[in-house]
T-cell receptor
Framework: GIQVEQSPPDLILQEGANSTLRCNFS?????LQWFHQNPWGQLINLFY???GTKQNGRLSATTVATERYSLLYISSSQTTDSGVYFC??????????FGEGTQLTVNP | DTEVTQTPKHLVMGMTNKKSLKCEQH?????MYWYKQKAKKPPELMFV???????INESVPSRFSPECPNSSLLNLHLHALQPEDSALYLC?????????????FGPGTRLTVL
């Protein structure tokens, strides 16, 4: 099956710092989503981005499908950005395969 | 409205109990999913329903019994669970099964089996 690797596994930032999270995948995908899981367990959709670049406020994402990677940019980080960021890809059959996640901690 | 709701938020049950988890969405989605997530791991797919019919069962033990009474509602019936079944159970929905689309997740039910 497809392999999804996220890096770094853990990231600690001071409030106001910028960061880049990476997702590599081993095969062609139909879909790629970025999620933020908050400390209460809620998985929040950030981006649906099989290719190209999207921006939403302080967050933006870029997927380069031909090179099989996606990047999530967080600018001016806030303590509420803390949590786990998952990349999930869909190959066929609407099955999402998740990466192991990046645990982000933003300190005040 | 992109909301998926789940009840209860927390559930503690003994190994001989029978309980049910409930999931609801009113987005008109025809595909609904159950995922299981252990601590510090990503979600794992358990079941997929499409148009109220079970489409995928990822070799889940029979002590987990899904049910889709109508297009908005998805239940997961639990019976004779083991302590290792303790996890966060997430429900999700999307427009259609086998059509590439965003999956929307509920807040989850945190299950503890004693």
């Amino acid at each position: 099956g497809i392999q999804v690797e996220q890096s770094p596994p853990d990231l600690i930032l001071q409030e106001g710092a910028n960061s880049t999270l990476r997702c590599n995948f081993s095969d062609s995908v139909n879909n790629l989503q970025w999620f933020h899981q908050n400390p209460w367990g809620q998985l929040i959709n950030l981006f649906y981005i099989p290719s190209g670049t999207k921006q939403n406020g302080r967050l933006s994402a870029t997927t380069v499908a031909t090179e099989r990677y996606s990047l999530l940019y967080i600018s001016s980080s806030q303590t509420t950005d803390s949590g786990v960021y998952f990349c999930a890809v869909e190959t066929s059959g609407s099955r999402l395969t998740f990466g192991e996640g990046t645990q982000l901690t933003v300190n005040p | 409205d992109t909301e998926v709701t789940q009840t209860p938020k927390h559930l503690v049950m003994g190994m001989t109990n029978k309980k049910s988890l409930k999931c609801e969405q009113h987005m008109g989605h025809r595909a609904m999913y159950w995922y299981k997530q252990k601590a510090k791991k990503p979600p794992e797919l358990m079941f997929v329903y499409s148009y109220e019919k079970l489409s995928i069962n990822e070799s889940v033990p029979s002590r987990f019994s899904p049910e889709c009474p109508n297009s908005s509602l998805l239940n997961l019936h639990l019976h004779a669970l083991q302590p290792e079944d303790s996890a966060l159970y997430l429900c999700a929905s999307s427009q259609e099964w086998l059509v590439t689309d965003t999956q929307y997740f509920g807040p989850g039910t945190r299950l503890t089996v004693l």
